[in-house]
Each structure stands twice: as structure tokens, then as C-alpha cells.
């Protein structure tokens, strides 16, 4: 998003359900502040899905 931008997961869902086939839709859609990111700055996948897990 654009800085001053706004969305809400319901908006995200609506926008992909408009220009996606229904398969390629998520069930779900999770906010984060930010991604937990590896030492070399990389995306901490495991750390992301224990993080969703939790939620």
C-alpha cells in the first residue's frame, strides 16, 4: 500500500474475489505489523507459520 493508504482484510478479499478465479481466493487473510526476518534478512518462514499457528 501507498504510505496513508488503508485496507482491511474484507477489502483485500473483496479486491482478489473480483480479479481472481474463486479457487485462487484465501479462506483467510492475516494483518502483521511486520515479518519476522533471519539474521541475513530473509523471511523467517518457520518463524511466520509458529507466529500463525499462535494467532
Not at 482478489?16 to 539474521?39: F, H, Q
Request: hydrophobic share 35%; aromatic share 2%.
Amino acid at each position: 500500500l501507498n504510505d496513508g493508504a488503508a485496507a482491511t482484510p474484507e477489502s483485500l478479499k473483496q479486491h482478489v474475489r473480483d480479479n481472481l478465479a474463486n479457487y485462487k481466493v484465501p479462506r483467510e487473510i492475516t494483518v502483521l505489523d511486520e515479518l519476522p526476518r533471519s539474521i541475513t534478512g530473509k523471511i523467517s518462514r518457520k518463524d511466520l507459520q509458529d507466529r500463525l499457528k499462535d494467532a
